[in-house]
């Protein structure tokens, strides 16, 4: 029995073998394992956009320092907005604009407007002043709250520097401002200084006229500034002519209406046919003329150039006549002429 199970087995696995073997079977043997194949995945790159930082530029603040021994010194140009007595509204608000150069050395750094006396008006006791280097000009304004009773009111202010000491305006230390409250109307008149005007006219270009503004305070300080420079140089005063004032003060409306500065008047008129026009019969005659800044700037400009400085401290010259206009529409402002002369 036992023999017999070895024989089917060995006759079963000769079967097997001889199939596995047929020559007319096909048999394909299966694989081990089974890789499967995936399409190849197409990996972009695409780089981060980066959105430049701007640069900031920071400006170096210059620090703007007073020179050693620096003096100060300011010209009232003109009056910007509410001329001498205005008429305003009672409680009405406003603001009142001077405009001012800076004539001194020292540069106005932490310079101050203070009110100094008369009618408040509710103006600050003092206010700031913008930077202003020498020879700049500047806007000063203080806001005002206009009486409740009708009547004239004026307030007066200083112009202070940094140590709290009081800057010289010309010759003058206040300035102001005038208003009337109520009542009837007054005309405002136009004050480029700190002394009262008046009014004259013109011709202007082809025969029309222009309202300018005089200063008799201006023409007598510019008189005394120019006495002060010659007797620093030892020489005499000049004497005040009337002939020589009428020329000059004639030339200096017709550069106002003209807007000009120039010796010829818009006439073809010379300085030399001017003064004799005038009546005038010296011997010897000569003319000095600025515009814009008033009498400190057009003195520091006459005593920096050797022809006016010249014309000032000209020995031979014993008398002189000062000619000034000023006219809102002018590109200068003010006009300066002076006429020098000797008998």
């Known amino acids: ?26 048999v394909t043997a299966a694989p ?3 890789t499967a194949t995936l399409p190849p995945t197409k990996q972009s790159f695409v780089p981060a956009t980066l959105v430049p930082t701007p640069e900031v530029v920071i400006t170096p603040t210059i620090a703007i320092t007073s020179p050693p021994n620096c003096n100060d010194g300011a010209v009232l140009l003109r009056d910007v907005t509410i001329q001498d007595n205005t008429q305003v509204r009672a409680n ?25 006396a008369g009618d ?20 000063v304004s203080v806001d005002l709250t206009a009486p409740a009773a009708n009547g004239t009111y004026a307030g007066y202010f200083t112009l ?3 140590a709290d000491k009081i800057v010289p305006i010309g010759v003058e230390k206040t300035f102001w401002v005038k208003v009337v409250v109520g009542g009837s109307a007054i005309v405002p ?31 007598n300080q510019i008189a005394s500034l120019i006495n002060a420079e010659r007797a620093n140089a030892g020489l005499s005063a000049l004497n005040v002519n009337a002939q020589l004032a009428a020329s000059a003060q004639g030339h200096a409306a017709d550069m106002a209406c003209n807007n000009m500065i120039s010796h010829t008047g ?11 026009a005038s009546g005038y019969s010296g011997s010897y005659s000569e003319e000095i003329i600025y515009g814009g800044g008033g009498p ?9 150039d050797q022809i006016h400085h010249d014309a000032i401290l000209n020995p031979r010259t014993s008398e002189l006549g000062v000619g000034y206009a000023y006219f809102s529409n002018g590109s200068y402002g003010d006009y300066i002429a002076v006429d020098f002369g000797s008998p």
């Open 1 to 26: 029995m036992f023999k017999k199970l070895i024989l089917i087995s060995a006759l079963i696995l000769t079967s097997c073998v001889s199939v596995a073997v047929d020559s007319n079977l096909a």
């Open 32 to 34: 081990d394992f089974v």
């Open 92 to 116: 009405e608000k406003f603001t009142k604009t001077w405009e001012f150069q800076n004539t001194g050395t020292c540069p106005w750094t932490n310079y101050t407007l203070v009110f100094a």
């Open 120 to 139: 408040q008006m509710g103006a600050p006791l003092s206010a700031p002043i913008a930077v202003t280097v020498p020879n700049e000009k500047a806007l």
């Open 160 to 162: 202070h520097n940094s």
């Open 189 to 219: 008149t136009t004050s480029s200084g700190a002394s009262p005007t008046q009014s004259g006219s013109a011709p202007i270009g082809g025969g029309a006229n222009c309202n300018y503004s005089q200063n008799a305070g201006y023409v």
């Open 266 to 276: 818009s006439d073809g008129s010379s300085s030399s046919s001017r003064i004799h």
């Open 296 to 304: 400190q700037a057009a003195m520091s400009w006459w005593m920096s």
